[in-house]
């Protein structure tokens, strides 16, 4: 088996919806981690998002979407077509960084210890405050951050800093895991109008992960080395080459996502 990791960046705002009934202020929810609570996008509507994006591709032949998904789009399907389980397993995509205002920058990308831990198997140590990565906190004044709320000191290596560098760019905040659920937990609220024949109808309000926030995935190839298979891999890259829409309101321009392999 062949295991690729891939960052996706939301190159715009992104609602991936959970589905679930609400009752408070926001009507619809994003998909969320059941253990961590953190913004999430499920395996099952990942796998639909790329699905739709080779089916656009009209040079892509079934055999492709046989082997890679298990069935073929429904506007390809004829009697002959057998469903039958795709050799690509694909999993959930983790939220990884978010975009935070600051003064100094137009954002700063915020993570946390524990998210880019699970991310690069690496050792970032455990922190009490925030630490800021390319920028000086008098100038920076992140957005609901005082001065006390950072570290005195960068505890962070040089290697532990190139590696954030490398992911997420030269204007990064690392925040305790607390505060970074609470910025995951207060996302942007859209209102969005219900309109029937020109009429406003009904005031309603959507949850979004906003551009510039970076998830990542792990998508495995189960097939067998050989020439053919091959073929398919080399196709599939072509998530690579431009951007995948995900999630709902694509004729708003939302879900737009590029796919970057690690």
């Not at 009507?27 to 999430?40: E, I, S």
């Not at 992140?142 to 997420?168: A, G």
């Not at 190839?221 to 995900?246: A, C, H, L, P, R």
Request: proline share 4%; aromatic share 10%.
């Amino acid at each position: 088996m062949n295991k690729k990791r891939y960052t996706i960046e939301c190159l715009t705002n992104l609602h991936v919806g959970s589905g679930d009934i609400n009752y408070g202020t926001i009507d619809r929810l994003v998909q969320r981690d059941a253990v961590t609570d953190l913004p999430t996008i499920h395996a099952s509507g990942l796998k639909g998002a790329l699905k739709e994006f080779f089916d656009a591709n009209n040079e892509i032949n079934n055999d492709f979407f046989s082997i890679v998904f298990g069935s073929v789009p429904n506007s390809r399907k004829t009697k002959s077509n057998k469903q039958n389980i795709g050799s690509y397993i694909f999993n959930d995509s983790h939220l990884l960084a978010l975009p935070l205002r600051a003064n100094d920058a137009p954002y700063y990308m915020a993570t946390c210890p524990e998210v880019f831990n699970k991310f690069t198997n690496a050792n970032v140590p455990d922190i009490n405050k925030a630490v800021l990565i390319g920028g000086e906190r008098k100038n920076s004044q992140i957005e609901d951050l005082e001065e006390n709320d950072f570290e005195e000191k960068d505890p962070f290596t040089e290697e532990t800093t190139k590696l954030l560098k490398d992911q997420l760019g030269t204007k990064i905040i690392v925040l305790p895991f607390k505060e970074f659920k609470k910025y995951c937990n207060n996302l942007p609220a859209i209102a969005r109008n219900y309109l029937e024949n020109g009429e406003s109808k009904n005031l309603w309000y959507e949850e979004v992960v906003p551009s510039k926030s970076i998830f990542w995935t792990d998508i495995i190839d189960g097939t067998e080395t050989n020439e053919i298979n091959k073929k398919i891999e080399d196709t599939f890259s072509k998530i690579e080459e431009s951007s995948v829409q995900i999630g709902a309101n694509a004729s708003i321009g939302y879900g737009q996502c590029k796919f970057k392999s690690v």
